[in-house]
């Protein structure tokens, strides 16, 4: 019923790869947003409309590799929006 062969904890083992293949996960869309925010605005368009533009894209880079249900990345984006205005 249950296995007695040992798991292996550790950067080769079962759950170092987890965390590493998580990680990238959660940082691609911070990467994706932060990057646009940290450039200067175009000419016409105002700063606050490009931080917008910066977390709507993090928003859909993170829909697409899903570190987090849709859902709960649907609030976080909202969020981040309602603080950076």
Known sequence: MYSTRPVRIGPGGFFGRAIVKSSWKALLPLL??????????????????????????????ALMVEPLPGAAIGVIGVTWTAMAN
């Open 32 to 61: 994706v947003a932060v990057v646009p925010a940290l450039m200067p605005a175009p000419d016409g368009l105002p700063q606050h409309a490009w931080y917008c533009f910066a977390i709507f894209a993090g928003v859909i880079v």
